[in-house]
């Protein structure tokens, strides 16, 4: 799909100052993207839908929701996608709504569950306070899905991997966990790993992100708070 194609006007070969301003943004986003800077590419994206709604915008800002485990806010992105082009089409209307309608079918079960209990979550998180929602929430993905350490091993080099690719601070922070990169780049599960435990561990977690909605910071905390708890809990806890 092409960047950004023309806003349909009654001349489609000129567009306003605005609308240039707009698409400039959006292809920073898109660059930005391209280099898995996805916080600046966040930016750019909320920047040029402030200027002008498009449906490429709002797919590929979804997608960065996605990345993030914001899904309830990728799911708003990706309708909203589909009901400009639905209402105002654009010369690539197929390959949005077909690129938008893949990405909600890959989250529909996930957001129905945040759905379901997704405010009791939130409202446990900011009553908590970030320190003790994440004692309890590594308490019980510890408990209830990773039975022994190998497992915690496991669950831990997956979600250093994730954080390894989303750049900035969750990169720093697999930079100083002291965790040979070779690990977690390459994560292979041990014989006693039961794998249906990590994808409910999986599963568990990214609910308690979804939640969160498009509250990135609070989620960065959290996420962060939880994988070093976690270690302290692992093979790779050095103290």
Not at 41 to 65: D, M, Q, T
Not at 123 to 148: C, H, M, P, Q, W
Not at 172 to 191: A, C, E, K, R, V
Not at 192 to 197: H, L, R, T, Y
């Amino acid at each position: 799909m092409g960047l950004f194609d023309i806003f349909k006007k009654k001349n489609d070969d000129f567009l306003s100052e605005e609308e240039k301003e707009a698409k400039l943004l959006m292809e920073q986003g898109m660059n930005a993207r391209i280099n898995n800077d996805y916080e600046k590419a966040l930016n750019y994206f909320n920047k040029s839908l402030e200027i002008k709604e498009h449906p490429s915008v709002y797919l590929n800002r979804g997608a960065i929701y996605q990345i993030y485990d914001l899904y309830l806010q990728a799911k708003l992105d990706y309708l909203r996608a589909i009901e400009i082009e639905d209402t105002n089409p654009t010369l690539f209307k197929n390959e949005t709504i077909k690129a938008a309608t893949e990405n909600l079918n890959q989250i529909e079960i996930i957001c129905n569950k945040i759905e379901e209990n997704g405010e009791k979550m939130r409202n446990s998180i900011y009553d908590d306070g970030i320190d003790y929602a994440a004692k309890r929430i590594a308490e019980i993905t510890v408990e209830n899905f990773l039975i022994n350490k190998e497992d915690i091993n496991y669950f831990i080099l997956c979600e250093l991997k994730v954080f390894y690719e989303l750049g900035g601070v969750f990169k720093m922070f697999t930079q100083n966990t002291g965790i040979n990169d070779s690990l977690y780049h390459n994560p292979t599960p041990s014989i006693n790993v039961n794998q249906d435990k990590q994808n409910n561990a999986f599963y568990y977690t990214r609910q308690v992100w979804g939640s969160l909605n498009d509250d990135l910071d609070t989620v960065t905390r959290l996420r962060l708070k939880i994988i070093e708890l976690l270690i302290s809990k692992s093979s790779y806890n050095n103290n």
